[in-house]
Every structure is written in structure tokens, then in C-alpha cells.
């Protein structure tokens, strides 16, 4: 038996060397053909690209997952875009319908979301002092990642220099004129709730659900329950509708990689790991600039955290699900010194507020949307996109690809082209991976900062080292 297995691993180990090093050897052929170091025909570095396809088809095919069939729809996208463009220009369609059904989901989930996480959460006689203290704590820690994520793609620049296949208007909505401070402030409130969601604007969506939800807050039983149990309904239906739609996602990500690499090559792909490592990095400087000096402020023994937070951590990275590692999170923060009572609020409450690693993402995405189309984006008009991110990532629960849902609504109401997101979505999984971390590590920090100060953390009875 055990035999048997060694001999499977074996045989598996070896298919993915061998994939690996078919897929380095066409890598090299195309590069080699396409800067003309060596003279060869264009058919040889295809045969061999094409070769190094079947084999990581066979490998997805294998795993069964639909990470594996994102990230593999994208190298068949983008080789199928390289080799027949003519016909990849047609493929739009795909990503349109996608389009379409995700534009459907935004303002259901938001309002739902919105509703259970402030009406859940109101009443602050019963939650005492702990609301307004992990409000506060959440809002700051939030705001200063919005702004190391636009300060890191202003840096970086990732976006500047792609060219997007042209678009007509009906793709996209018309940016609004410039508008006074007086018709700003009067364009965030609703008229028509039903004109806001038909017009796909989510600030005033989100405004109108802030409002319903405190009405909902001060409403009387039986009354205030049935819409609670409503709103929280509609919000599981939603996450279950946004996860059959993600079954689409590959052929949509596939024929959205086609249209832009045929109409430009691969350069688009230098762009992508560019955002990549502006993620990664803006991501660790979050961490050393916030994380670090929080817990050194509340005096944090730094390496027990470490030991408590790394298997929650893992499974948020692995699953890219923080609500995955909910259950270990609260067991290890009550082990590393949290009160249960701290922790059961606070660790659940963050999955609704205090998403940082998401929210440095989304500020961070949306510039590169805009510099992708070669939209420039004047620090006001950053600012104003800042602010909407700050209320639109309120109520967004950590599952895998509700980013995207809220990427989507953002830029489309700035009227930002959505070309650019779809290629973002191509990597989505390697990013989702580590903001997705962060936002386990920054809500067990929370829990223990609030813990700190309501003085009734016991860090040094902390177990592990």
C-alpha cells in the first residue's frame, strides 16, 4: 500500500518536471525567436509553447480546482491571443457576459452586508466599550492602507504603458463632468434608490444601506429580526450566487487575456507581475509600518504572536478565505492571552471592517485600472476614490473574490474601463493569497489591541514560544 503511493508520487513528481521543464524550454524558444537572438521560425517556439499547454492542461485537469483553471485560463488565453488574434478579437463577448452578471451582484451584496454589519452591531449599551474602540482602531488601520496602496502604485506605476484594445462607450460609464463641492457632496446622497443601482452608483447605494441599517437599528422586535433575517439571507444567497458566477470566470479570463494580448503581444504580461511585486511589497511595508509599531506600542511579545497566528495564517493563505480560519483564530487568541469575550467580538466584527490587506489591494487596483486606460488620476480625484473605498469595503466579508465585486463597482463608477480588471483577475489568486493573510494577522492584532486596552489581556500567560 504505502509502495503503491510512493510509486504514484513518484510518477506525479516526475510529469511536473517534466512540465516544468517543457514550459522553461518554449519559454526560452519564444524569447530567443522574438528578440531574434536566435534565428529560428516561428512555428518551432509555437510547436513548443503549444506542447508545454497540453501538458499543464493535463496537470489542471488533474487537480480539479478552479484556481488552477483561472491561472491556466490565462496562458491559454494569452497564447491563443499571440497566435490567432484575428479571432481573438471576437472573443469579447466572453468577458462581457461576465461583466454583466458580476455588475449583478453589487448592490444586493453591499446592502446586505452593509445591514447585518451595523444593525448586528449597534447597539452599543450592550457592547459597551469595545464598539467604539474597534471602530475607531479598524477605521485608522484601514485609511492608512488605502494610502500606502496608492502611494505604492503611484511609485511603481505598474499600469503606465499598456495599451487597451479600444472600447466603445457603451462599455463602460461616461465620466461625470467636473462637478462644485455643492454638487459633490449632493451627488453622494440618493434621490431613487432604484435610479442608483441602475446607474451603478455605489456610494449612494452604500449610503442609503447605512441609513436603512440604523433604522433598522432603532426598530422594535418582531420587526427588526424579520429584516435581519432578511438582510442576512440575502447576503449568503448572494456570496453563493457570486460563487457560481466565479465557475465562469476562467473562460471569462481567458478570452479577456486573448483580446488584449492579440491586440498587443505579451507585453501586457511584464505589466502583471509588475502589480504582483507592487502588491507584495506595498503589503510588507503595511505590515512593518503598522503591525510592527502597534505591537510594540501595546508591548507584545512579537514572537509568541508569531507561533499563535502562523496556522490560521497558513489556512487564510492556502483557502485565500479568512472566514476559513475564523474557528482556530478565536482558539488561538484565547490561548495567546485574548479574553473569549474580546476575541468573539472583535475577530468577526474585523471580518466586516477591518479587512486591511484588502482594502490596500483595492485602493491600489483601481489606479492601475485608471493608468492602464491612460486615465490620470489628479490627487483629488484620488482622494474622492480613497473615501469611497473607505465606506464600499465596510461589510465586505473575507471570501475569495468579493475584492473583485467591489473592484468592479468602484471603477465603473469613476467610469474606469473594465478591460484592465479582467487581466488583473488573471493573477487575482496569487494576490488574494497574501491580502487575504494580512487581513487574518490585522484582525488577530485588533483582538489584541482591544484586549490591551481594556486592560484584560494576559500576554504573558501567553502558551508557546
Keep these: 500500500m504505502q509502495s503503491n503511493e510512493t510509486g504514484r508520487l513518484s510518477s506525479a513528481s516526475k510529469f511536473m518536471l517534466l512540465t516544468v521543464i517543457v514550459t522553461v524550454v518554449a519559454l526560452f524558444l519564444t524569447y530567443a525567436q522574438t528578440s531574434g537572438l536566435v534565428p529560428m521560425p516561428a512555428l518551432a517556439s509555437a510547436i513548443g509553447r503549444w506542447l508545454a499547454i497540453g501538458l499543464l492542461s493535463y496537470a489542471c485537469w488533474k487537480r480539479k480546482s478552479l484556481t488552477t483553471w483561472i491561472l491556466f485560463s490565462m496562458v491559454i488565453g494569452a497564447e491563443f491571443g499571440y497566435d490567432f488574434p484575428g479571432i481573438a478579437q471576437e ?15 453589487i448592490a444586493p451584496l453591499i446592502f446586505g452586508t452593509l445591514v447585518v454589519g451595523i444593525a448586528g452591531h449597534s447597539d452599543l449599551k450592550q457592547v459597551g466599550r469595545m464598539g467604539w474602540k474597534s471602530i475607531l482602531y479598524f477605521e485608522v488601520a484601514t485609511t492608512i492602507a488605502l494610502f ?63 441609513l436603512f441599517a440604523i433604522g433598522l437599528a432603532l426598530t422594535k422586535e418582531p420587526h427588526k429580526s424579520t429584516m435581519l433575517g432578511f438582510a442576512e439571507g440575502l447576503t449568503e444567497v448572494m456570496f453563493k450566487f457570486t460563487g457560481i458566477v466565479m465557475y465562469f470566470a476562467p473562460f471569462a479570463v481567458g478570452a479577456a487575456i486573448a483580446y488584449t494580448v492579440g491586440h498587443m503581444g505579451f507585453g501586457i504580461l511584464i505589466n502583471l507581475f509588475k502589480l504582483l511585486a507592487t502588491l507584495y511589497v506595498a503589503l510588507i511595508a503595511f505590515v512593518l509600518l503598522v503591525f510592527l509599531p502597534v505591537a510594540l506600542w501595546i508591548k507584545l511579545p512579537i514572537r509568541k504572536f508569531i507561533n499563535a497566528v502562523a496556522e490560521p495564517a497558513a489556512i487564510a493563505f492556502s483557502t485565500t478565505s479568512s472566514e476559513a480560519a475564523l474557528p482556530k483564530a478565536l482558539q488561538a487568541m ?26 490596500l489591494y483595492l485602493s491600489l487596483a483601481t489606479v492601475f485600472v485608471a493608468q492602464a486606460a491612460g486615465i490620470h488620476l489628479d490627487i483629488g480625484q484620488q482622494i474622492l476614490i480613497l473615501l469611497t473605498l473607505m465606506l464600499t469595503t465596510k461589510g465586505i466579508a473575507g471570501v475569495p473574490r468579493a475584492s473583485l465585486v467591489i473592484l468592479m463597482a468602484t ?16 493573477i487575482d489568486e496569487l494576490m488574494d493569497m497574501a491580502r487575504t493573510t494580512v487581513n487574518l494577522v490585522g484582525n488577530c492584532l485588533a483582538s489584541c489591541v482591544i484586549a490591551k486596552w481594556e486592560g484584560e489581556a494576559n500576554f504573558d500567560g501567553a502558551e508557546g514560544e
Design 334 to 359: 484565547e490561548k495567546f492571552g485574548v479574553p473569549r469575550k474580546v476575541a468573539a467580538f472583535v475577530l468577526p466584527a474585523g471580518y466586516s471592517f477591518n479587512l486591511d490587506g484588502s482594502t
Design 148 to 210: 500606502i496602496g496608492l502611494i505604492a502604485i503611484n511609485i511603481s506605476q505598474a499600469g503606465v504603458g499598456i495599451n487597451l484594445p479600444p472600447t466603445t462607450s457603451t462599455e463602460t460609464l461616461e465620466v461625470p463632468p467636473p462637478m462644485g463641492w455643492q454638487e459633490t457632496v449632493l451627488h453622494i446622497f440618493p434621490e431613487n434608490i432604484a435610479k442608483s443601482i441602475a446607474d451603478g452608483q455605489v456610494l449612494q447605494i452604500v449610503v442609503f444601506s447605512i
Design 91 to 105: 472573443m469579447k463577448i466572453v468577458s462581457k457576459v461576465f461583466l454583466k452578471l458580476i455588475k449583478t451582484i
Design 411 to 426: 471603477a465603473t463608477s469613476f467610469g474606469l474601463p473594465v478591460e484592465p480588471i479582467f487581466i488583473i483577475l488573471g
